[in-house]
């Protein structure tokens, strides 16, 4: 027989069990705290992590969230932080303002809700790895840097990895198989990256 079989979540040999001749894995990518963060005492985590509920913003918290990529979810997770209790909340960006990539539309109302919020805008940082166990923001165009040691939970936006485990396990099981990687599994992109 002939045909393309669509395999939902596979876990893995259930992809080998209708015999392919062919695998082409799409598992696209997932959110992920950048390296840079590795020892920082401040605990660590995405606005995926937020919104999944695998972290919550205690009262009181002191928060980043650093935004690597400018668009809506950076200036979501700072808003967010704020109306969940936290004390203070600051939007750091390697980029030359906050929300920078946001379509034009929405970024006033953006703007409007993070000054509501009380969140402090911090454009023009970038990550610098870390002193002692403290992450380190370095302005662009000063190079004067900062140590982050008063925050409890710092929150990464825009940093993705490729999902390609299952592409290992199905070579494991199958040396002989064509496979291919395609889309995020092979690097995380944006939209317009994939179309174009």
């Given at each position: 027989?002939?045909?393309?079989?669509?395999?939902?979540?596979?876990?893995?040999?259930?992809?080998?069990?209708?015999?392919?001749?062919?695998?082409?894995?799409?598992?696209?990518?997932?959110?992920?705290?950048?390296?840079?963060?590795?020892?920082?005492?401040?605990?660590?985590?995405?606005?995926?992590?937020?919104?999944?509920?695998?972290?919550?913003?205690?009262?009181?918290?002191?928060?980043?969230?650093?935004?690597?990529?400018?668009?809506?979810?950076?200036?979501?997770?700072?808003?967010?932080?704020?109306?969940?209790?936290?004390?203070?909340?600051?939007?750091?960006?390697?980029?030359?303002?906050?929300?920078?990539?946001?379509?034009?539309?929405?970024?006033?109302?953006?703007?409007?809700?993070?000054?509501?919020?009380?969140?402090?805008?911090?454009?023009?940082?970038?990550?610098?790895?870390?002193?002692?166990?403290?992450?380190?923001?370095?302005?662009?165009?000063?190079?004067?840097?900062?140590?982050?040691?008063?925050?409890d939970l710092?929150?990464?936006?825009?940093?993705?990895?490729?999902?390609?485990?299952?592409?290992?396990?199905?070579?494991d099981a199958?040396?002989?198989?064509?496979?291919?990687?395609?889309?995020?599994?092979?690097?995380?992109?944006?939209?317009?990256?994939?179309?174009?």
């Amino acid at each position: 027989d002939e045909g393309v079989w669509l395999i939902k979540r596979p876990r893995g040999r259930a992809a080998l069990e209708s015999d392919p001749d062919v695998v082409v894995i799409a598992m696209g990518s997932a959110a992920v705290v950048p390296s840079e963060a590795e020892g920082v005492e401040a605990r660590c985590a995405t606005d995926v992590d937020l919104l999944d509920g695998s972290v919550a913003i205690e009262p009181g918290d002191r928060v980043l969230v650093y935004d690597a990529e400018g668009r809506i979810r950076g200036g979501s997770a700072a808003n967010l932080a704020a109306e969940s209790g936290a004390s203070r909340v600051e939007l750091a960006t390697p980029l030359y303002t906050v929300c920078e990539d946001l379509d034009m539309v929405q970024r006033p109302a953006m703007q409007r809700r993070l000054s509501k919020n009380g969140v402090v805008r911090s454009p023009n940082l970038a990550l610098a790895g870390r002193r002692g166990k403290a992450l380190v923001l370095k302005d662009a165009d000063s190079d004067e840097e900062r140590a982050v040691e008063d925050v409890d939970l710092i929150l990464f936006v825009g940093y993705q990895a490729a999902v390609s485990k299952l592409r290992d396990q199905v070579c494991d099981a199958r040396p002989d198989l064509e496979v291919h990687l395609v889309g995020d599994s092979i690097s995380p992109r944006r939209l317009a990256d994939a179309v174009l």
